[in-house]
């Protein structure tokens, strides 16, 4: 069982920056694609970014290419997604997911675990 704890959600003004977190549990963290998904009121869950396990392969969503950074510290359990250059239609609930088979995918379906999400709310 993996557990995704999310953190570093709240309010930034357009422009700004925010910096997710996600602590996950496991003594396998290592081995498992990590993925960031956001998911906005009365829409589809959509992917955002994910990382590969060794962390040298990232894919991003062509929405926030060049604007948001995924990366990970293994020693840590931890995943974090750096968002910057925000705007307004980032504002969602973001979750981060764990695939623990080691594939690199964007699909919602390709994910085992999932957390509880956090909130971003972006003003204009």
């Known amino acids: 069982q993996v557990q995704l704890v999310e953190s570093g959600g709240g309010l930034a003004q357009a422009g700004g920056s925010l910096r997710l977190s996600c602590a996950a549990s496991?003594?396998?963290?290592?081995?498992?694609?990590m993925a960031w998904f956001r998911q906005a009121p009365g829409k589809e869950r959509e992917f955002v970014g994910v990382?590969?396990?060794?962390?040298?392969?990232?894919y991003y969503a062509d929405s926030v290419k060049g604007r948001f950074t995924i990366s990970r510290d293994n020693a840590k359990n931890t995943v974090y997604l750096q968002m910057s250059s925000l705007k307004p239609e980032d504002t969602a609930v973001y979750y981060c997911?764990?695939?623990?088979?080691?594939?690199?995918?964007?699909?919602?379906?390709?994910?085992?675990?999932w957390g509880q999400g956090t909130q971003v709310t972006v003003s204009s």
């Open positions: 496991g003594r396998t963290f290592s081995s498992y694609t």
């Open positions: 997911a764990a695939d623990t088979s080691g594939m690199v995918v964007t699909a919602t379906q390709g994910y085992d675990y």
């Open positions: 990382i590969s396990w060794i962390g040298r392969q990232t």
